[in-house]
């Protein structure tokens, strides 16, 4: 199949009601991967890291993103920096690991020196008979585009693709009630998957498996109380509205993030940024999952749990019973993925029909792929638009969210 080719989206780029799912050479196909790379995660905002682990000047992060390796700094004024990882002289990669560099990134090879804004300030021993018209500010570091939002970094290989507040649409304003610039780390766990990445972010953004995978999350994230959380930009989302306490507290065990609305207060909202975040944002701590594919049936997870800056010291006894409920929940994910990945490898069946109710999200996700894929490059790319109170058909649940979004209350509608 010619990926790049609309015609190889025939299934995904239908109306919902008619659409498929993804070929499984998508999930298993080393030229798919490599060419996803290259398209998807070489040319989109992709997640890095979260800010505690940049905090100040003298840190530098070292992350994969599609086939490149790049550097994360921040500068004497804490301003955020993106290389490529790789030296102007002779291409030696400068760091190897998350490390410190004090005020000079320098390469291991020849100890050529770089400032943390990548200006090239040290040659040892060059200049005593120096190239031609050599000039140091000819040959800093090759930069990266790098921003934030919340303590999310992102980078972006791609000069072409639009700025990542227009990646996000109206995410940020979405959830501009939790603060999440202030939220800080209190675990981090990281572990490879055998299963491409695409199925993990799918399996996160349906909720038609709950009942069967996850017998105690389905106590606390009722799927009669999910509703929809999708608006314009790269990201699908839905919302458990209220998050139960009455079987299990684990979700509300810690102290509340202050100054939440109604809706906040009372919700669990479960976003998935194209390509590789999931966050899942209670009101008392978030649960956030990076994802790095590593290869077509192994994916590196990064899982982060932050909490509100104003309840962060809380103790490791108290964070314990979520912590623990996450990761039970994980490992069960991790197995029905995996699983799923044998399948996919060993059936290669065609792929079949969405559950509209429970699967809109990953039409909507396929066709983001499927945009990345066929365009030449993404500054004409549209983010998805959000949800259609003309198409109530297309929409989840039977009911009326007893507390919206403040910022879907213009536009909501009953579903079917």
Not at 253 to 264: I, T, V
């Amino acid at each position: 199949m010619r990926w790049t080719d609309e015609s190889a989206w025939d299934g995904t780029r239908q109306p919902l009601r008619s659409a498929t799912g993804l070929d499984p050479s998508a999930y298993s196909s080393p030229e798919f991967f490599t060419l996803e790379q290259e398209r998807v995660f070489e040319r989109a905002w992709v997640c890095v890291g979260v800010a505690d682990e940049l905090a100040g000047p003298g840190r530098l992060l070292v992350r994969r993103v599609g086939s490149r390796s790049i550097l994360l700094t921040r500068n004497r004024d804490g301003e955020l920096r993106g290389f490529i990882n790789s030296c102007r002289h002779r291409g030696t990669e400068l760091a190897d690991a998350d490390c410190e560099v004090a005020n000079t990134i320098r390469c291991p090879y020849h100890r050529w020196g770089y400032s943390l804004d990548g200006a090239l300030k040290a040659t040892p021993f060059f200049d005593d008979i120096a190239p031609d018209g050599f000039d140091r500010a000819d040959f800093g570091l090759v930069p990266v585009r790098v921003d934030t939002w919340g303590v999310l970094l992102f980078a972006c290989l791609s000069d072409d693709t639009p700025p990542l507040d227009v990646w996000l649409g109206d995410l940020p304003r979405r959830m501009g009630g939790y603060d999440l610039d202030s939220w800080v780390s209190r675990h981090e766990q990281t572990l490879e998957i055998a299963a491409n990445w695409k199925l993990i972010t799918e399996n996160f953004q349906e909720y038609y498996h709950l009942t069967w995978v996850h017998p105690e999350l389905a106590k606390v994230s009722r799927v009669a109380d999910h509703y929809r959380y999708q608006g314009a930009g790269m990201y699908c989302g839905q919302t458990t509205t209220p998050v139960s306490g009455d079987e299990r507290d684990d979700w509300l065990a810690l102290p509340e993030a202050p100054g939440l609305d109604a809706s906040d207060a009372t919700s669990g909202r479960f976003v998935a940024i194209f390509p590789n975040v999931i966050l899942s944002v209670l009101p008392n701590h978030v649960w956030l999952m990076r994802l790095e594919p590593v290869a077509p049936g192994i994916t590196r997870e990064t899982c982060t749990m932050l909490l509100p800056a104003a309840t962060g010291a809380v103790t490791d006894e108290a964070i314990a019973p979520t912590r623990e409920f996450w990761l039970h929940v994980n490992a069960e994910d991790v197995a029905i993925v995996e699983r799923c990945q044998r399948g996919l490898v060993n059936g290669a069946v065609p792929p079949g029909p969405l559950a509209p109710r429970f699967e809109e999200p990953l039409h909507r996700f396929h066709n983001m792929l499927a945009d990345c894929m066929t365009a030449d490059d993404l500054a004409l790319l549209v983010v998805p638009r959000g949800d259609d109170p003309s198409e109530p058909a297309d929409r989840w649940g039977a009911g009326t969210n007893p507390a919206p979004p403040t910022i879907d209350l213009d536009t909501l509608v009953t579903g079917p």
